[in-house]
């Protein structure tokens, strides 16, 4: 991909708390992009211009032998920066990774720089302030959970620089849930 494109994204949304929700808003910047609360399957993807039909079916082929299944978020945890939260089961999530990049093989998780994949929910990210205050924020909204009922493609607009749902994959087969 040329390095001026931007990349799209493939997340599972998660319905989070308010407190999970203000802590994205004040400490990540990808919350004010637009970016909504998920647990990242593979990013950085195709380019927007290449999210064309035969890539959707490759993706709803992958959603549809994906049963749906619950997560819970428990604990928190931190990489330097970064505050996150960790899912319950994560393996889900790492299988689903591991499929779509079978499929995108161009398209190692995080563009490779991570040999292993860590299934997270970011609730902070680039802080150059202490991460504890943030930490204790995040831990008394815990615990919550909820349902990975489909992965959400998205895509920066060339016009905001703001990132759009494209697609909405239903895991199972199943209709996609509705957005919150």
């Known amino acids: 991909r040329a390095m001026n494109e931007p990349p799209s994204a493939i997340i599972v949304r998660i319905g989070v708390p308010p407190g999970i929700a203000a802590l994205r808003r004040s400490h990540d910047p990808s919350a004010r992009d637009g970016?909504?609360?998920?647990?990242?399957?593979?990013?950085?993807f195709l380019p927007a211009r290449a999210l064309d039909r035969s890539v959707r079916r490759t993706l709803a082929?992958?959603?549809?032998?994906?049963?749906?299944?619950d997560v819970s978020f428990a604990s928190v945890a931190t990489w330097p920066a970064t505050v996150y939260l960790e899912p319950e089961p994560a393996e889900p999530f790492r299988t689903l990774t591991e499929r779509i990049v079978d499929a995108f093989p161009a398209f190692p998780p995080y563009g490779g720089a991570h040999a292993e994949i860590v299934p997270h929910l970011t609730v902070a990210d680039r802080v150059s302030d202490p991460l504890e205050p943030i930490v204790e924020a995040a831990r008394r909204a815990l615990p919550f959970g909820g349902r990975a009922a489909a992965v959400d493609?998205?895509?920066?607009?060339?016009?905001?620089?703001?990132?759009r749902l494209r697609w909405r994959?239903?895991?199972?087969?199943?209709s996609p849930p509705r957005p919150r």
């Open 61 to 69: 082929r992958i959603g549809t032998s994906t049963e749906p299944f």
């Open 35 to 44: 970016v909504p609360a998920h647990v990242t399957i593979l990013f950085p």
């Open 169 to 174: 994959i239903p895991l199972g087969g199943g």
């Open 153 to 163: 493609v998205l895509a920066t607009d060339p016009d905001d620089a703001r990132w």
